[in-house]
């Protein structure tokens, strides 16, 4: 199984196996999700609402996402957000 799995269900779960710099399955579960989620949201932007495609918006849009949820699931989240 690869980085670009054919199956979107395995390419998630394939974060839960990797504990890379011991951050938590979920916290790498959380960001795959805020991601996959801005850019579904930024490409229907670009087909319906006709704008140009923005990889920083979609970046910034993705790690807010991922940082409020995770403020949110996690207790004892306390990272600020701007660190």
């Known amino acids: 199984m690869g980085a670009f799995s054919e199956n979107p269900k395995q390419h998630f779960l394939q974060h839960s196996y990797y504990n890379l710099s011991r951050l938590r399955p979920q916290r790498w579960q959380t960001w795959w999700i805020a991601l996959t989620w801005c850019i579904w949201q ?7 609402q006709n704008e140009s495609f923005n990889s920083r918006k979609v970046m910034v849009d993705a790690l807010f996402y991922c940082w409020t949820w995770l403020k949110n699931l996690e207790k004892g989240f306390d990272i600020p957000f701007h660190s």
């Open 42 to 48: 930024h490409r229907n932007r670009m087909v319906f």
